[in-house]
């Protein structure tokens, strides 16, 4: 199970941490991975951690976003700096183990001017 958890509302150019809790461990996890989806919108890739420690991220939150993880709680969290508009969404926090695979319940994020 992963529980996602830490959106709220912010204003444009506020800060937020989502936090993703995974009842097991994440030591063996392939990678982790943030999504979201705006209304009337596709759910997006937004960054990606691997079991190594390597790092990806959409285009539209590089320098902004900042995806880290705490083994010792199982926990993958989502630094959210410098927030847009167009950043309001629901987030999902994704998990892959070489036998399973999670999706979080998601976390609403609302971003206003």
């Known amino acids: 199970q992963l529980q996602a958890s830490g959106g709220g509302l912010v204003q444009a150019g506020g800060s937020l941490r989502l936090s993703c809790v995974a009842s097991?461990?994440?030591?063996?996890?392939?990678?982790i991975r943030w999504h979201r989806q705006a209304p009337g919108k596709q759910r997006e890739f937004v960054a990606l951690?691997?079991?190594?420690?390597?790092?990806n991220y959409a285009d539209s939150v590089k320098g902004r976003f900042t995806i880290s993880r705490d083994n010792a709680k199982n926990t993958v969290y989502l630094e959210m700096n410098s927030l847009k508009l167009e950043d309001t969404g629901v987030y999902y926090c994704y998990a892959n183990w070489p036998l399973k695979e999670l999706w979080g319940q998601g976390t609403q994020v609302t971003v206003s001017s």
């Open positions: 097991g461990t994440i030591l063996s996890v392939n990678f």
């Open positions: 951690m691997t079991r190594s420690g390597n790092t």
